[in-house]
C-alpha cells in the first residue's frame, strides 16, 4: 500500500523557518520517481506548485518562494523535503507532497502550515 505521509508542519511566526518531510513507502524508491515535489492549497484557492525536481534536472520553484524555499531528497530514507525560510502569510497554506512515475501521481494527505504575522 503506497503511503505519502507529511509532517513538519504547524504554526510559525512570520520570517520563522520550518522543514517539512513526505515519508513515502510502499512505491519503492523516489529516486525511481520522474518528479517529486511539493504543492500548496490556501483556502479559496486552488492547489499550486511550490517546488519540484525532474529526473536527472535542477529543482524548479515557485517564483513566490524562489529564494525561500528548497527542496531536497534523502534517498537512504525515502523522503522528500522542503525547507521554507523567510515565512510570510501568504505561505499559510495546506502542503502536500506529490510523486510521479509515468503511470501514475501520489498525493500525500497534507500538513498544514500557519504563518502569523
Known amino acids: 500500500q503506497v503511503q505519502l505521509v507529511e509532517s513538519g508542519g504547524g504554526l510559525v511566526q512570520a520570517g520563522g523557518s520550518l522543514r517539512l518531510s513526505c515519508a513515502a513507502s510502499g512505491i519503492g524508491d523516489i529516486s525511481s520517481m520522474y518528479v517529486v515535489a511539493w504543492h500548496r492549497q490556501a483556502p479559496g484557492m486552488q492547489r499550486e506548485l511550490v517546488a519540484k525536481i525532474l529526473t536527472g534536472d535542477t529543482p524548479m520553484y515557485a517564483d513566490s518562494v524562489k529564494g525561500r524555499a528548497t527542496i531536497s531528497t534523502d534517498n537512504a530514507k525515502n523522503t522528500i523535503n522542503l525547507q521554507m525560510n523567510s515565512l510570510k502569510a501568504g505561505d499559510t497554506a495546506v502542503y502536500y507532497c506529490?510523486?510521479?512515475?509515468?503511470?501514475?501521481?501520489?498525493w500525500g494527505q497534507g500538513t498544514q502550515v500557519t504563518v502569523s504575522s
Open positions: 506529490f510523486l510521479y512515475n509515468l503511470e501514475k501521481t501520489y
